[in-house]
Antibody
Framework: EEQLVESGGGLIQPGGSLRLSCVVS????????MNWVRQAPGKGLEWVSI???????YYADSVRGRFTISRDNSKNTVFLQMNSLRAEDTAVYYC??????????????WGQGTTVTVS | QSVLTQPPSVSGAPGQRVIISCTGT?????????VHWYKQLPGTAPKLLIY???NRPSGVPDRFSGSKSGTSASLAITGLQAEDEADYYC????????????FGGGTKLNVV
């Protein structure tokens, strides 16, 4: 079974840092396109970042320069390093997979989410 | 404010057909970007309903269908059921920024 399990969320003061982890089972991280998507309390979904299978990374304007997506192939895990956190970064952060061409296939497998509160 | 515009809510009675719209621009839906649709129940992760504008993943009933015309896309749900009550989101690419995706603001479907 394909599964994503996020962890690393918590309460952090403005200006602080957190590293989120997404442990993957059932498929290989390095052969897929891995994303982070967040949802602020009572709000809609916001795409945060994508890590291509080839290693390219892209970020939403709201987090570029502060967040870094990466992966550890040996652990089949994706990370989101979040620095200089702001109150507006408060959200549930989901890890999600695109199984192929990023813009043809949608996000077909999602984790349960991890909550980040910046206050 | 979301890049893709969706109505905040739509309603329908059981058995009816409803359509949820997703309006974009020439930089996303109109730029030949595919559209994806997700369903989200309270407190749970989103679930992929439609990918590549009109394709259903395995297990999604054929009551759900997607389409696109110009700078807008639509999700149609026929034979409305109580369990369809949820939030629905559209997603597309942002052709003005390589590798970027955008979401709609979401639509709450009420089955009344």
């Amino acid at each position: 079974e394909e599964q994503l399990v996020e962890s690393g969320g918590g309460l952090i003061q403005p200006g602080g840092s957190l590293r989120l982890s997404c442990v993957v089972s059932g498929f290989t991280v390095s052969k897929n396109y891995m994303n982070w998507v967040r949802q602020a309390p009572g709000k809609g979904l916001e795409w945060v970042s994508i890590l291509y299978s080839g290693g390219s990374t892209y970020y939403a304007d709201s987090v570029r320069g502060r967040f870094t997506i990466s992966r550890d192939n040996s652990k089949n895990t994706v990370f989101l390093q979040m620095n200089s956190l702001r109150a507006e970064d408060t959200a549930v952060y989901y890890c999600a997979r695109v199984p192929g061409s990023p813009f043809y296939y949608g996000l077909d497998v999602w984790g349960q989410g991890t909550t980040v509160t910046v206050s | 404010q979301s890049v893709l515009t969706q109505p905040p809510s739509v309603s329908g009675a059981p058995g009816q057909r409803v359509i949820i719209s997703c309006t974009g621009t020439s930089a996303n839906i109109g730029a030949d970007c595919d559209v994806h649709w997700y369903k989200q129940l309270p407190g749970t992760a989103p679930k992929l309903l439609i990918y590549g504008t009109r394709n259903r993943p395995s297990g999604v009933p054929d009551r759900f269908s997607g389409s696109k015309s110009g700078t807008s896309a639509s999700l149609a749900i026929t034979g409305l059921q109580a369990e369809d009550e949820a939030d629905y989101y559209c997603q597309s690419c942002d052709s003005s920024q390589s590798g970027h995706w955008v979401f709609g603001g979401g639509t709450k479907l009420n089955v009344v």
